[in-house]
């Protein structure tokens, strides 16, 4: 992918921080200059960093995932937030860290509980924490809308201000194609499970503005799923057909149907600010949906 400002110098006036969730590739991480910490994931009896893939590749993790394996997750302590901060403030820079969604994890409580500890030592540093009431590479786009403010040369202040006042206008539209971790994690029972397999049902899910994952439709077939959750992009995106901003997909496992949904979006919406950029959902986010995941994330009206 092109970067924000490929080989700029990076000279800021503070550090913007996030956490593994963000679904971004650690290249992105790495060329934009922004830390992160890392959630963990359990699988065959063995703990693993959510890395962003570099541990275990996607392709490993959902190819147990389809062979039988059940991965749990765990969220960033007190603790590790502490030893993630602390670096950062020791440099002598403050510090603005986007956090996963509150109606999905503790650790937004986890960050806060961590820059209370730690405030008396650093005085002098400020330390901003906010709810992104984003997932994945939803989270992912406000945390790249944050990095261009830092490289505008905006306060701290300013750009935790636009971040509030816009987080909710970043829109995260799913569906799945496949409904067994559904059934097996308790979100849907395995009998609808076993009909909606049936009837190739795909449910279209989307975060609402408390952060939490939403059913909202029952497509038939993945063909309608790719039309729908496209409508709902043209329901809702900045502009209309007119949109400009950014567009992001990620996908578990689930790469044909996600190309199929960056294709129509880009022959819907013309004037894209780039192409549609696909990445993984992760594994934290993953091993609670499994594979056949697509998920598409736009700027736009407010979600209420």
């Known amino acids: 992918m092109e970067y924000l400002t490929p080989g700029r110098e990076y000279m800021t006036s503070f550090e913007l921080t996030c956490e593994s969730t963000a679904d971004m590739t650690p290249a992105f991480f790495e060329e934009n200059h922004i ?42 302590n007190t603790g590790e937030f502490v030893e993630f901060f602390e670096p950062i403030l020791k ?38 924490i906010i709810d992104s009431l984003a997932a994945s590479s939803g989270y992912g786009l406000l945390v790249t809308e944050a990095c261009v403010l830092r490289d505008r040369g905006v306060s701290i202040e300013e750009a935790a201000a636009w971040i509030e006042d816009n987080k909710l206008n970043f829109h995260h539209w799913f569906f799945s194609t496949d409904l067994t971790s559904y059934v097996r994690g308790g979100r ?20 609402d503005a ?28 900045e502009n209309g057909l007119g949109y400009s901003g950014r567009c992001y997909i990620s996908q578990s496992a689930s790469m044909e ?43 736009g009206d407010r979600r209420i």
Do not use: W
Request: aromatic residues 8%; glycine residues 8%.
């Open 91 to 128: 440099q002598g820079k403050d510090i603005l860290h986007l956090s996963f969604s509150s109606g999905l994890s503790s650790t937004y409580d986890s960050a806060l509980e961590a820059r209370a500890m730690i405030a008396d030592k650093y005085p002098a540093r400020k330390i901003i």
């Open 188 to 207: 849907i029972s395995a009998a609808a499970g076993a009909v909606g397999t049936v009837l190739n049902i795909c449910p279209l899910l989307n975060m």
């Open 257 to 299: 149907d996600a190309t199929a949904v960056a294709e129509l979006v880009e022959r819907t919406f013309p004037h894209l600010n780039g192409k549609v950029l696909i990445n993984y959902v992760g594994t934290v986010i993953g091993s609670h949906t499994g594979p056949g995941t697509v998920a598409l994330f736009f700027k």
């Open 35 to 76: 830390p992160y910490v890392c959630f963990h994931f359990l699988i065959d009896g063995e703990e693993h960093l959510d890395d962003l893939g570099q541990s275990m590749p996607f392709e490993t993790f959902y190819a147990r995932i389809a062979a039988g394996s059940q991965p749990t997750t765990s969220a960033v």
């Open 210 to 237: 408390n952060g939490k994952l939403i059913p909202r439709a029952k497509c038939h077939g993945k063909k309608r799923a790719v039309k729908e959750i496209v409508e709902r992009m043209k329901a809702h995106a």
